[in-house]
Each structure stands twice: as C-alpha cells, then as structure tokens.
C-alpha cells in the first residue's frame, strides 16, 4: 500500500484545503478462524482482523456536497447528502452512501467532506473489504464530526449500511471485527446476543497463513438462502418435538439431534449437524487458545471444514484441494475454508519454521492441478478500525 505522506499529496492535488478538520484513518478486512454459517443460526463465530486494510483521507466541507476518489477504481463520485441514490455503477460508492444515509436516520447532521481510499485487502474473496470499506466510513465520518459512537453502535450501522441501501443480508461479524478487533486477539461473537469477547491469540512460533484460492464465489447466493431455509425447517421440527424453547439450532444439543432426528429427513440432519457441532467447536476452540493448545485448536479447524464439506455441502473442489494439501505438509495444525463457501480463502495454522515450503508446496500442487494462481497472506490477529498519525 501507498504511504501516507504519498496519499496526503494525492488528496492535495485533487481537493483545495477547505481549512477545515481533517484525518487519516483505517479499518481491517477480517478472517474467521472458526464458526461458519452458525451467525444466522444464532451462534457464535470466532473472526480476527488482518493486517489489510482499506485507508481513508478525508476532509470537512462548508457545503453539503460530498466528492469521493477511489484510487482503486480510478474514478470519482461526487454526490449531495440531501440526495443518496444507488449507484449500479460506481458500486463501491453505495457502500460510503450506506453509512451516511444510516448516520443521517440516527439524526446526526453531516456537512460535505472531500474523501480518497485505497485498499490491500483483496476484493470479493471472503475477507470483507466491504465491511472494512463502511467501517472505515463510518469511522472518518463519527471521528471528523466528533460523534459520540460507541464501537459496538457502529459496528451495527455498518451492517445496517450493508443489509438496507448496498443490499446484502450479512450478519453482524465483519463490521463488529473490523471495529472491534485487537492486535495479538481474536474476536469471539455471540450472535445471538451479539456480546463479545476478546481471546488472546499469540504464538512465537505459530502464523496464521491465508490461501486464496481465485474462485470467484459463485453459487454462493441461492444456496445460501436454500441452507438458511433447511435450518428454519429444522428449527420448526424440534420446537414441535423438544420440550424447551427453540429459537435457533443454537437451542438444540448434538445429544437431542441424535436422539430426536428420526423425522427430519436425513438431508436437513446433517445441515443441523453442522451448526450443532460447529458452535461446539467454536467454544472449544475458545476453550483451547485460552490453554496456549494450539494443536486442539488446529484440529477443531481441520473438523469444522470437514463438517462444511460433508454436512453443510458449502464447500469446492478447489478448497478441498487447498485443505487437504495442506494437511500433507509439516508443521500445519490445521486448514479449513472461511468464509460463506463455494470459493474465496483457507485459513491454515502453520509453524514458522516450515512456512515458505507450505506456501510453494501448495501454490505449486494447486496451480498445476487446477490452473489458477494462489495468492497467500500471513498475518496475525491485528488492529481495528484507528486513526493513522
Ligand atoms: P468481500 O468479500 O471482499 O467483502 P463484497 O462483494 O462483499 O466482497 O465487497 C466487495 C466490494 O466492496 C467491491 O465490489 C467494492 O464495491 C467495494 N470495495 C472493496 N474494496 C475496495 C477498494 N479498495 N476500493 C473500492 N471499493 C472497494
Ligand atoms: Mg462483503
């Protein structure tokens, strides 16, 4: 990424100084380490930040007009605050005009702003630049105009910005991640109450290691809304069955499921087996990091992609294959996908030592096998939405 003295010329050249408050500031895209599809299922999810972020420039204006560069996109937008329409093209402005049209519901009065971002975290791939784009919007804006926005607030905005006016039925974790997030600390979510918790997650000799594996998510939207549905179905089977409140499969044991599944059909069983064990896994996993049991945590990794490829059915051939030749290789704790599935990023545990063989042994097996170009990316759990000095 471009440095900041760099950007400030950038934003200089386009803009004349209006005198008025300015700032620079970031927010994360995030990785989930562990608790895919259960957020919908009112379960927990265990995400962190990454060292990628989207960075924005931004400086008040006296007028209520708003002019937005996207460095990225080569492309400027310049739009009033009294007029926030959807854009088909120049997509990535609706996300900025999200935010600002949900600020604006909360009664807060915006003045025009001259803004340019750019970004690092790779876009469409299941690492959420979307959520790290309104985050860091959200975050200039409230920081700018000195608006009293708690962290958690913000974060629902955000996610507010993304399911009314971008259009998308996300849960919360991104947002509450790219927000919340901490260095050298993973973010466990309760979706249900959407409480959260910070866990250490530091290891001298351990490193998170992302694989992306250039499929573009495809199927991703139907069959995400046939899973949600074949989970509704569930829930409305062991409310009728079960003899205490079911909200959510969050409410039904893994004990009840093999107990009481006999009418579910054997299809809908193994989707509610899934999040079942998956939320078992994630409190586990929680359980492990706060032991330093780094293998335990691996494996539980390693078993929820199993789950997602067997019982969920949300995986690829091409994440399989990123999974599985991970798991040949030394010092690898465990590899699983992340993300909502059919494509996007793995997410592996790998020893330091044995790190540069990981990558070009995998890059190497998976290129050749399918064709494509794997990108990888080390990080650890990093910072969350801050002003840059
Ligand atoms: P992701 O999994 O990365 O969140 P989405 O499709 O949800 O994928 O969001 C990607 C969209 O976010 C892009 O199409 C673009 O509109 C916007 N976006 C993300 N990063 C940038 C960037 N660096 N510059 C401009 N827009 C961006
Ligand atoms: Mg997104």
Known sequence: MRELKDLWQIFEERFPDTGLRKGAFAAPGRVNLIGEHTDYNEGFVLPMAIDKDIIM????????????YSLD???????SLLDL???KEDFWANYLKGVIDELQKMDYYLPGMNIIFTGNIPIGSGLSSSAALEVVTAYTIATLNELDIQPVEMA??????????????CGIMDQYVSRLGKKGQALLIDCRSNEYELVPFANEDYQVVICNSKVERGLVDSEYNQRRAECE???RYFAGKLDHRILALRDVTIEELEKEAAGLGELTKRRARHVITENNRVLMAVAALRNNDLETFGQLMTESHYSLRDDYEVSCPELDLLVELALKQ??????????AGFGGCTVNLVHKDYINDFIFNVKKAYDQETGKDMESYLTWPAAGARKLA
């Open 156 to 169: 629902l905005l955000c996610q507010r910005a993304e399911n009314n006016f971008v259009g998308v039925n």
């Open 73 to 79: 996109y080569n492309r400027e937008v310049i739009f």
């Open 57 to 68: 420039l931004a400086q008040l204006r006296e007028d209520q007009e708003v002019r937005v």
């Open 233 to 235: 179905k569930a829930v």
């Open 330 to 339: 030394k010092g690898v704790l465990g590899a699983r996908m992340t993300g």
């Open 85 to 87: 329409e959807f854009e």
